[in-house]
């Protein structure tokens, strides 16, 4: 996999294996990255999670696009190795990248607050599960206001993620696409009312 555009344009990094890790392809990030952009047109300053990082290829591309930094939540062991070895050697420390070794679900701070969420959770992981870890991300201040949400999951879960969110009023479905048998729905966080 190579990193698609900013600063470490062109950067080879590693992928973990397929049997633990779905990593998301060039041509999916650079669409995904596409559609941040005309969602958040300016990534300098921002703050990112990216909650299931395998590879880190999310979070090491809003990175090179100007993200001040990214926190990168990985449980499996296998995956967190390979993320390591992508930072170092990209160079990017603690400065711009931090590792949390844990399962986002059951972490009650996440290190924010971020701008920008990317979530990649493994297919089988139900919608509403991802809605309730955004909802207590934004009850406990971990979301900016106006945060943009990028959530990967099988095309086939795609009316599954809109339901989900359909009468939450704190994360409006902004868009969902399709790139083979992978979907992509994007929320805007406007608030949490107490």
């Known amino acids: 996999m190579r990193i698609v555009a900013g600063e470490l344009k062109g950067r080879v990094i590693s992928s973990p294996s397929e ?29 990112v999670l990216d909650a299931f990082a395998g590879s880190g290829a999310l979070g090491i591309e809003a990175i090179s696009r100007g993200a001040k930094e990214c926190v990168f939540f990985e449980r499996d062991h ?3 190795r390979v993320l390591e070895s992508n930072l ?7 400065g711009r990248a931090q590792i949390r070794p844990l399962d986002v679900f059951e972490c009650a701070q996440l290190g924010g607050p971020f701008k920008l969420v990317l979530l990649d959770p493994p297919y089988a992981c139900d919608a509403g599960e991802v809605r309730g870890l955004l909802y207590r991300a934004a009850q406990s201040g971990e979301l900016d206001e106006a945060c943009v949400v990028v959530y990967e999951h099988a095309i086939a879960n795609k009316q599954e993620v809109a339901d989900a969110f359909a009468d939450d ?26």
């Open 19 to 47: 049997s633990t890790t779905r990593p998301t392809t060039d041509r999916v990030r650079e669409s995904i990255f596409s559609s941040v952009y005309s969602r958040l047109p300016e990534l300098d300053e921002v703050r």
């Open 78 to 80: 296998a995956a967190r």
């Open 88 to 94: 170092k050697s990209l160079g990017l420390g603690a």
């Open 169 to 194: 009023a704190a994360f409006a479905l902004t868009g969902q696409k399709k790139y083979g048998k992978i979907g992509v729905s994007y929320f805007r966080y406007s608030g949490c009312e107490d």
